[in-house]
């Protein structure tokens, strides 16, 4: 079925919501009385896109058959069959769930599909959660792509790439021209007419006016993912994208007064688009950019005039190596900063951001497993950020930055702390919180980012095919199944919201949006990367030794 076929009706907030079964031995009698179990869906709010999601989802299920799925245990118990129909069943309804809202997030401009929306929730001011933000639909667009629908991501691709060329200003300064927006509307200029335009946001409108960093190297990421899936070069030759891609790398690798090859970065730069003490060089921007960095090697069509493309490898192998020497954290690795000495002077100094050891916070003792590791958040003078963050290390292991040994000790990581990183939703966007006197400083005593909620440690469903993704490519889907069937408790009778508080996600964030776009998209594609590990190939980069410069730090193996 093609979701885009016509324009969508006007926006208006779904709502679904499954009746939990008074009793369950009854329902595991009874799975041939599916039609019976649909009708009991709640109906009880007036939401109409709520409705026709219900309704579509029900009247696909009423002409089918569901034939009772055998237990693959021989000899199991009529019980045991039962409990697999039901968890089958449930899966299932999930998925429709969420394919439906997919498709009602869906923007048409000039009667083409060209994105989707932040989120359909109308419960709530819009803000600017009725636009179609680039880092949002990066889900939504490896949904299509898996699903066999790619016209919508190409559109999306052609017409970012159009809005890049425009002047953007902010207040009485000009941006780079590279700089690619954090999302766009569709502006019905005439309605007697019909006419439509694009308004797009590059930073002048956005809480903190901020520019998007990541926008422009999700876009490269986004852009090789639709060149695997589709095996047609021919958008990615395009001058529309061979301009959009040279204009974004030549922003990033313009030369300035660093000393590092990382990017540096505002605070609110990113996913984490408020003040949550990122500014410098945070780890998620660092590990886009190298995955950016790697895909437009193998996109750019190279010009014999100019040495663009040996350019761009040079910054690879110099961002691995920083990465490897500076951000790698493991317990040798700690022990050895708990030693420093500080105040070196010279060219052999270990301790070259001149860190203070008493900075090191309390958490991170016991936090750091004997085996395992990760990318810290941050590195910059006398300053080491040893929080998690999900996205900048999960990138790391897909881009094929990490040695096959760092990529291990990440998921080892996430196995050993399942409670903290996972708890009853997946997954934390960073840990652990900021709190206190911290939490007021760094923050700026925001309400939204306080302890355990929203990007100060809040739960995010979207992170969850970033986690499924790299469980898939390092052959141990078993966590990701585990992370799934955690989120399919709740996902659906939550209503597919933004994020969710507490330390152990327990609750729906007390701002979350329902029905947030990428939370169902995200849904999707990880059930697409287990059902189909193949899928991989459009968000996976092989690795390649060669970008490596210098033996690279390993994760300690002095425990067993």
């Not at 780890?283 to 014999?304: G, N, P, S």
């Not at 100019?306 to 920083?322: C, E, G, M, N, T």
């Not at 052999?348 to 085996?371: C, G, H, Q, Y």
């Not at 980012?449 to 995010?460: D, I, L, Q």
Request: charge should be neutral.
């Amino acid at each position: 079925m093609v979701l885009y076929a016509d324009p969508p009706p006007p926006i208006k907030p779904p709502e679904i919501k499954i009746k939990e079964l008074a009793n369950k031995s009854a329902y595991e009698s009874s799975m041939m009385e599916q039609k019976t179990r649909l009708h009991a869906i709640e109906r009880h709010r007036s939401c109409e896109v709520s409705q026709s999601i219900l309704s579509e989802v029900e009247n696909r299920h009423q002409h089918q058959t569901l034939e009772p799925i055998k237990s693959p245990i021989s000899g199991c118990s009529p019980s045991v069959e039962s409990t697999t129909d039901t968890n089958t069943l449930h899966r299932h309804t999930v998925a429709d769930a969420a394919w439906e809202a997919l498709k009602k997030s869906i923007v048409h401009f000039r009667g083409q599909p060209i994105g989707t929306v932040a989120a359909i929730d109308m419960s709530q001011g819009a803000l600017n959660y009725d636009q179609v933000f680039m880092r949002d639909f990066v889900p939504s667009a490896l949904a299509f792509l898996m699903k066999g629908e790619p016209t919508i991501v190409k559109n999306f691709l052609l017409e970012t790439a159009r809005l890049q060329l425009r002047e953007k200003m902010v207040d009485l300064f000009k941006l780079g021209q590279g700089v690619m927006p954090a999302s766009f509307k569709v502006h019905h200029c005439n309605s007697k007419h019909k006419t439509e335009s694009l308004l797009a946001d590059f930073g002048e409108t956005a809480i903190g006016r901020v520019a998007p960093v990541d926008s422009g190297l999700w876009w490269i990421i986004l852009l090789r993912a639709y060149t695997i899936w589709t095996r047609d070069n021919s958008l990615a030759e395009s001058p529309e994208c061979q301009r959009a891609m040279r204009l974004i790398l030549k922003l990033c690798l313009s030369e300035g007064f660093d000393t590092s090859p990382a990017l540096l970065c505002a605070d609110g730069c990113s996913m984490i688009d408020r003040r949550m003490g990122i500014y410098g060089y945070p780890i998620d921007i660092q590990t886009l950019f190298f995955m950016a960095l790697r895909c437009a090697v193998t996109l750019l069509k190279e010009d014999h005039n100019d040495d663009f493309v040996y350019q761009i490898s040079r910054r690879i192998k110099a961002l691995s190596y920083h990465l490897h020497s500076y951000y790698w954290l493991d317990f040798q690795r700690l022990n050895e900063i708990y030693r420093y000495k500080t105040e070196e002077y010279s060219e052999t100094a270990l301790n070259k951001f001149n860190v203070i050891p008493e900075s090191i916070p309390d958490w991170i003792f016991d936090f750091m497993p004997s085996r395992g590791g990760y990318f810290i958040g941050n590195v910059s003078p006398a300053r080491m950020d040893f929080r998690w963050f999900c996205l900048g290390n999960f990138i790391a292991i897909l881009s094929s930055l990490t040695t096959g040994e760092q990529a291990e000790a990440i998921l080892d990581l996430v196995e050993e702390r399942w409670e903290e990183l996972i708890g009853e939703m997946p997954m934390k966007v960073c840990y652990p919180a900021m709190e206190n006197q911290e939490w007021q400083i760094v923050t700026g005593c925001d309400p939204k980012n306080t302890r355990w909620s929203y990007h100060n440690g809040g739960s995010w469903p979207v992170l969850l095919w970033l986690l499924v993704a790299v469980s898939v490519k390092l052959g141990r889907p078993h966590i990701a199944r585990r992370a799934v069937e955690v989120m399919e408790k709740r996902l659906v009778k939550d209503e597919f919201p933004e994020y969710y508080d507490g330390k152990a996600g327990r609750y729906v964030g007390k701002q979350a949006r329902k029905f947030q776009t990428w939370s169902v998209a995200g849904y999707l594609v990880a059930k697409m990367l287990l059902d189909d590990p193949s899928n991989l190939r459009a968000v996976s980069l092989a690795d390649d030794s060669h970008i490596r410069s210098a033996p690279v730090l390993k994760r300690s193996n002095s425990f067993p």
